[in-house]
């Protein structure tokens, strides 16, 4: 069977040597005779798993040793209550809301301290990254907050806010691993793996240590979202999500031997230029992103109506490009170009695009 | 390659059948051409693997409506502290501590509220389940707490404490699908998947609805642990561990083709009497849980010297037996014969335990 073109924004694709090799050791998983399943997170065997992928992920990264890498559960929706409860020790952390994930982040940090808004595109629809903020505003603040790359509207930071100092926190769960970043300009990093790193159940969470090496900020923070006890436990506190792990491992691994970071950058921006490109020349299609707030991940943009984006949908999902209807809330159509996904995917799907519209409106682009 | 005789306490064992199953649709769920790991949670085929999960749950447990069913991430660990945020709206609950884990629990909501000891068996190790209190020591509580199988100790309750109508908690994870029980005995219960039902990564929690429907006790409870709120969602409150559900889901099916929970619980009964009747026929092992607590799902002996239960887990493992080292907290020798461990896997395991007596004693037994 032909695998379809998969533009889902999570759970997505994944690179199918990854699965295939996952599929090809699922009952035999490092000459153990058993699945990797059934292994023992205390076993040798698995302790070789974590310690690879983290290992795999630090290169990948270039972590530095002064970063603690964490794989936890929960997904990201936790850790906006997981990050105040560890880091808001002056109770003052300034959010910088580009979207509904970032709104969400923010309401919850509000119910553990003061999440200050310091700018917000929700006036004009997050349709852009609102204008940075100028340091000054973060003085006092334990952290400054972002999402980096909002799934749902398809925009993207292409540039950091200057915190002045003050640690950057990031959600950057639809750009993890899509172009090469430089950790220590963040104090915390984390993404929910299910777009670019791995499974659902699996948030990778990335701290420089002096943030939390204190312990958490508030009392009342569960003790399996104490950062500094995870990391003195190497992510298992508890048992973790073993196979989501492995996984993620095996992901790491891929994009190593891809050509990492730097590689996946380019061929990120050749997809989403082509697509663009697209959505540019169409005079059907109307990109949702003011152009300077483009994601390199999701590439939204609309039809004339809400029948034409369905008919756009099926008609494609018919030609195997599936995964295309916009998220929930805003509706639309999205496409979802994470690192698994590969050019002639992307390629497919501009020549569907011109085709539909060639049939609505007798012209192309 | 023979599957080794897997006796870990989790992650555990898990159905041959089950695993085979999911290694062949790993590349083609539903017909999708794509992996379940691939699809989106909010796909049509995604919520038809939910949806079953939880019916097949409820079928095999006869959980009434007025019972929801979550299928969470963070392990048992992180409801230690979801428990008391949902449930203490008095500030009060009655904890029988009889391990490790019942006792971690008892700290952990010790942080949120008054966290009584009503009974405890750490004066003995640990050995047994406490006498039970009386039903008027649950009086102005908000929940009784019990850790009903006791993993590294291999004790179990048979019998639930009278909490005189203060509903009951129970973390069940270790006899969690291993016999019939009666839903309605209990306010809620949880259980870790990696034991008996399925993947580590994903939190089984049965909760009567009216404990949960006003909204967590506590205002700083993380909206991912308020149980309201993802009842309404159907565990969907963010993208959850899709493959972990997807397995236990499998598994849900494969007891219920097996015969259900009474087909589980009478061979459950019948290994673990296969393996008892060796150890109290023998000269060489000795159990560490007093009779009357012992557990069906968890073995526990000893051998007269920590440098022969070394040998015994390494001649063990080299007859294709593993996982029989205990705790790292306790030593000594541990057994898990949860529902996927068949009789056969017991009798290979006692056949080994008379010839390794013989081998040290010149005696079987």
Request: proline share 5%; aromatic share 10%; net charge negative.
């Amino acid at each position: 069977m032909v695998r379809p073109r998969n533009f889902s924004a999570g759970p997505a694709q994944m690179p199918e040597d990854v699965l295939l090799s996952a599929q090809a050791e699922f009952m035999d998983f490092a000459g153990t005779g058993m699945s990797v399943l059934e292994t023992s997170h205390r076993s040798a065997a698995y302790r070789r798993v974590i310690d690879a992928a983290e290992a795999s992920l630090r290169e990948v990264m270039g972590i530095p040793d002064s970063y603690g890498v964490l794989f936890l559960q929960g997904g990201a929706t936790l850790e906006f209550a997981g990050i105040p409860m560890n880091l808001m020790r002056r109770g003052r952390a300034g959010h910088i809301v580009s979207g509904h994930f970032a709104k969400v982040a923010a309401e919850e940090a509000a119910r553990y301290g003061s999440a200050e808004i310091l700018a917000t595109s929700e006036p004009t629809g997050f349709d852009r990254i609102p204008d940075l903020p100028a340091p000054e505003a973060f003085a006092g603040m334990d952290y400054g907050y972002i999402c980096q790359n909002n799934t749902i509207y398809g925009t993207m930071f292409h540039g950091l806010p200057d915190c002045g100092g003050t640690p950057l926190v990031a959600d950057v769960s639809s750009c993890f691993l899509s172009f090469p970043l430089d950790v220590t300009d963040y104090g915390l990093l984390f993404a929910g793996a299910q777009k670019n790193a791995g499974p659902s159940g699996v948030c990778v969470l990335v701290v420089d240590r002096s943030l939390v090496e204190a312990g958490p900020a508030l009392g009342v923070c569960p003790t399996y979202l104490d950062y500094s006890a995870q990391l003195a436990k190497g992510s298992m506190l508890n048992t973790p999500n073993t196979f989501g792990i492995y996984l993620c491992g095996k992901v790491f691994d891929w994009v190593r031997g891809t050509g990492g970071l730097e590689a996946m950058g380019e061929r990120n921006a050749e997809k989403a230029a082509l697509l663009y490109g697209a959505v540019d020349r169409s005079d059907l299609y109307r990109g949702c992103a003011v152009p300077s707030s483009r994601s390199v991940a999701n590439v939204t943009f609309r039809l004339p109506t809400p029948e034409l984006e369905r008919e756009f949908v099926d008609r494609a999902a018919g030609q195997g490009l599936v995964g295309l209807a916009g998220h929930r809330l805003v509706g639309g159509i999205r496409a979802s170009i994470y690192n698994a996904v590969g050019i002639d995917a992307v390629r497919d799907l501009v020549a569907f695009m011109e085709s539909f519209e060639l049939s609505v409106t007798g012209r192309s682009f």
